[in-house]
C-alpha cells in the first residue's frame, strides 16, 4: 500500500493549462447546460443574469479563490486541509467530503438521462423523445434509466481510475476546445430559427434572446428576489465548483508555480461565458417552436421542450439534437469526473489508500447510491413539497440537502475560517507567490470578511425557514 507521500507524488497537474481546462471542465457541465437556462427563464431572464454575473465576479470569485488557495497552501484533500491548519475546523472538511458525495448520486443519474438521449438520436429515433410522456415514461421505468446511469458511471470511473494527469487533465484538453466551439455553434445556430404558428405569429431566435437577456422585473418583490438570489447562489456553486472540497483538491494539485490570479481569472471568465450562452443555445430555440409555456418547463426544460423543439425540424432535427446532446454528455462527464475526484482523493486521505483500489470502491458504493436515485421514480417514489414550495422526490431532496443548506452552509463558515479565523492575508501570500500581481486583492479581503458570510447567513435562513 502506498503512502500518502507516495500518492502525493502521482498526483499533479503538469501546469497552468492542464488545470485551468480541469477546472473549467469541472464548472462547465450539467449545471451550467440544463440548470442555467430553466432559472433564466425561470426567474426573469435578463434579471437573473445580471444577478449571477454580479455575484460571479464578486462572491464567486472570492470563494473560487479561497479554494484554490486553501488546496495549493495546504497540499492537502478538502477534509484534511481545514484540520491541517486548525483541528477544530475539521468539521468543514467533512462537510466538503459530505457534499460531492451526494452530488454524485444523483449528477450521474442526470448523466445517465443525458446518455439516454443521446444514443436516442444517434440511432435517428430522436423523434420519439419529443413524445408526450416520453420523459416522464423513461425515468419512472424499472430498468433503463438504471442501465444508462451505470454507463455513464462506468465511463467517470475509468478517467478517475487514471489519475490526475493521465486521466482527467488527458480529458480535459481533449474535450474542453471542442465542447466550446459546439457551444458558440449551437447558440448561433439557435439565434437563426423562426416558426410560423397557426395564426400567423412569427416567432424568431432573435426574439426569444431579448426575452433571455432583458431584465423582467414584472411583479418582483423583496421575498421575489431572494429567491432569485438563492438560485443564482446555488448556480454559482454548481458552475464554479465552490464549496464541495472539488476546487480544494484541484488546487492541492497545481504546482507553486502556476499563477493562480490568472488562473482563476480564466476559470470564472469560461464558466459565465458558457453559462450565458448555454442560455442562447436554449430558451431562443424553445421560445420559437414552444412560445413562452415552453421555457416554463422547469428542470424538464431539457429533457421535455427541446425534443419538441428537434422533432419540428424534421431530419435535421436529428442530426441537431444529436450534436445537443453529445456536448451535454461530453459537459456532464468533465463535471462528473471533477465531483468523483473529489470524493476519491478525500477518501484516499482519509483511509490511506491507493488510488486504483479507491476508484473501484468509491465507483461501487456510487452505484448502488444512483440506483436507489433511479428507483426514487418508482419503487421508492414519494413526493414532498420543500421549503422553497417545490415538489420534490429523491433526487431532488438530495439535490436541495447540498445544494441550498450544505454548501450554503460551507460557503458561511469558509469565510469566516479564512476572513476572521486565518485573515485573508493568508490566502492572499499564496496567490501572489512568485510576485504575482493580485489586482482584487482589497475587493477580496472586503468580501469575505464582511459580504460574503453576510450573503450566506440570509441565503441559509431562507432555504431553511
Known amino acids: 500500500m502506498e503512502n500518502k507521500n507516495q500518492i502525493k507524488k502521482k498526483s499533479g497537474f503538469s501546469g497552468s493549462i492542464g488545470f485551468v481546462l480541469a477546472a473549467a471542465g469541472s464548472a462547465v457541465g450539467v449545471g451550467n447546460i440544463w440548470r442555467f437556462p430553466y432559472l433564466a427563464a425561470k426567474d426573469g431572464g435578463g434579471l437573473f443574469i445580471l444577478v449571477y454575473i454580479i455575484l460571479a465576479l464578486t462572491v464567486g470569485f472570492a470563494l473560487l479563490t479561497t479554494d484554490i488557495a486553501i488546496g495549493r497552501k495546504t497540499g492537502k484533500s478538502a477534509i484534511e486541509a481545514y484540520s491541517s491548519v486548525c483541528k477544530k475546523w475539521k468539521f468543514v472538511g467533512v462537510l466538503t467530503y459530505i457534499v460531492p458525495a451526494l452530488i454524485l448520486t444523483y449528477y450521474s443519474v442526470i448523466g445517465g438521462w443525458i446518455t439516454k438521449y443521446m444514443v436516442n438520436y444517434l440511432t435517428l429515433q430522436g423523434e420519439g423523445s419529443a413524445a408526450d410522456g416520453y420523459f416522464k415514461s423513461f425515468i419512472s421505468s424499472y430498468a433503463s434509466p438504471i442501465v444508462f446511469t451505470l454507463i455513464f458511471l462506468a465511463i467517470t470511473s475509468f478517467i478517475v481510475y487514471l489519475g490526475v494527469e493521465k486521466g482527467i487533465e488527458k480529458f480535459s484538453k481533449l474535450v474542453m476546445p471542442g465542447l466550446f466551439i459546439m457551444i458558440i455553434g449551437i447558440s448561433i445556430f439557435s439565434l437563426t430559427l423562426s416558426y410560423e404558428t397557426s395564426d400567423g405569429t412569427v416567432r424568431t431566435g432573435l426574439q426569444g434572446a431579448a426575452i433571455y437577456f432583458i431584465p423582467n422585473f414584472k411583479g418582483l418583490t423583496l421575498s421575489r428576489f431572494l429567491e432569485i438570489l438563492l438560485d443564482a447562489t446555488g448556480q454559482l456553486f454548481y458552475s464554479l465548483s465552490v464549496s464541495m472540497g472539488i476546487m480544494i483538491t484541484f488546487g492541492s494539485y497545481v504546482k507553486k508555480d502556476v499563477d493562480l490570479n490568472k488562473s482563476v481569472n480564466q476559470i470564472e471568465f469560461f464558466d459565465t461565458l458558457c453559462a450565458v450562452l448555454a442560455g442562447l443555445m436554449i430558451v431562443p430555440a424553445v421560445y420559437v417552436f414552444s412560445g413562452l409555456e415552453g421555457m416554463q418547463a422547469g428542470t424538464s426544460l431539457m429533457f421535455v421542450s427541446l425534443p419538441k423543439v428537434f422533432a419540428e425540424m424534421g431530419f435535421a432535427g436529428e442530426i441537431v439534437g444529436f450534436v445537443f446532446f453529445f456536448m451535454v454528455f461530453l459537459a456532464a462527464l468533465t463535471s462528473c469526473v471533477?465531483?468523483?475526484?473529489?470524493?476519491?482523493?478525500?477518501?484516499?486521505?482519509?483511509?490511506?489508500?491507493?488510488?486504483?483500489?479507491?476508484?473501484?470502491?468509491?465507483?461501487?458504493?456510487?452505484?448502488?447510491?444512483?440506483?436507489?436515485?433511479?428507483?426514487?421514480?418508482?419503487?421508492?417514489?414519494?413526493?414532498?413539497?420543500?421549503?422553497?414550495?417545490?415538489?420534490?422526490?429523491?433526487?431532488?431532496?438530495?439535490?436541495?440537502?447540498?445544494?441550498?443548506i450544505l454548501m450554503t452552509f460551507i460557503s458561511l463558515f469558509t469565510c469566516i475560517f479564512v476572513g476572521w479565523k486565518v485573515k485573508p492575508e493568508w490566502v492572499i501570500e499564496e496567490v501572489e507567490l512568485g510576485g504575482v500581481k493580485f489586482r482584487r486583492k482589497t475587493i477580496y479581503k472586503f468580501i469575505i470578511k464582511y459580504i460574503a458570510p453576510i450573503m450566506m447567513t440570509v441565503l441559509f435562513i431562507k432555504a431553511i425557514v
Open 338 to 404: 471533477s465531483i468523483m475526484e473529489a470524493v476519491v482523493a478525500n477518501s484516499m486521505s482519509l483511509f490511506k489508500s491507493e488510488r486504483k483500489k479507491t476508484s473501484l470502491v468509491v465507483a461501487v458504493v456510487s452505484a448502488v447510491a444512483a440506483v436507489v436515485v433511479c428507483l426514487g421514480y418508482n419503487m421508492l417514489y414519494f413526493n414532498i413539497t420543500l421549503p422553497n414550495g417545490t415538489e420534490a422526490q429523491i433526487l431532488d431532496v438530495v439535490d436541495y440537502i447540498s445544494n441550498s
